[in-house]
């Protein structure tokens, strides 16, 4: 009954390696965010998706690229994984586009960890 | 450019202890504003939210916050914590098309 899930919990991987995260949403909403959270906590969003559309994109090295293949699910993939990659990456979801009054659902976060 | 500022890095209170978190925003436009309280080694969760009407607004588990326009804050308030209210408090403002948030603040509680 997850509303926000996203796999794998935990990702251990090599400086080089290429890793994908997966998020779906089973909330019926139109957007879907990624956000990392770094080793002080600090929350950045990086992409937003609104009905699988590009909304935001932040400024996040083009190693990361997210791909929409419908409006409930949200990948990220990783190419050339760097040490500074490091840090836990939520997903989020909210009803309306563009968040504006609608509230975030983060799903458990994916804890990432580059050796 | 839209920023939130939350003042206190880290706070530790006893229990049954006030607690007021402070929190200030940078924002031209209508602001819509959020505390999301993250529990160790968890998600975050959404603990309360101002759209507009009473700035005094209520939340889950006692917390309350007042949005406070003239002074561009929004402050997080609790009257008495307990110890099961050791998390990250991370306060955040709606900015155009995206949610932005605060640094956080750890508060430890003892017991």
């Known amino acids: 009954d997850t509303a926000v899930s996203q796999t794998p919990k935990y990702l251990v991987t090599q400086m080089g390696n290429d890793k994908s995260i997966k998020c779906e949403q089973n909330?019926?909403?139109?957007?879907m965010y990624w956000y990392k959270q770094d080793s002080k906590k600090f929350l950045k969003i990086m992409f937003s998706y609104n009905n699988k559309e590009l909304i935001i994109n932040e400024t996040v090295p083009n190693r990361f690229s997210p791909k929409s293949p419908d409006k409930a699910h949200l990948n990220l993939h990783i190419n050339s994984l760097e040490l500074g990659d490091s840090a836990v990456y939520f997903c989020?979801?909210?009803?309306?586009?563009?968040?504006?009054?609608?509230?975030?659902?983060f799903g458990n976060g994916t804890r990432l960890t580059v050796t | 450019a839209q920023s939130v500022s939350q003042h206190n890095h880290h706070v530790i209170l006893s229990e049954a202890a006030s607690l007021e978190l402070g929190c200030n925003y940078s924002y031209g436009g209508t602001v819509n504003l959020f505390w999301y309280v993250q529990y160790p080694g968890q998600h975050l969760q959404l603990l309360l939210k101002y759209f507009s009407g009473d700035p005094l607004v209520k939340g889950i588990k006692g917390f309350e916050a007042e949005f406070i326009k003239s002074k561009f804050s929004f402050n997080l308030r609790k009257p008495s914590v307990q110890w099961s209210d050791t998390a990250e408090y991370f306060c955040a403002v709606n900015a155009g098309d995206k949610i932005i948030f605060g640094k956080g603040t750890r508060l430890h509680i003892l017991p």
């Open positions: 909330l019926g909403h139109d957007t």
């Open positions: 989020a979801s909210s009803q309306v586009g563009g968040a504006g009054n609608s509230p975030l659902h």
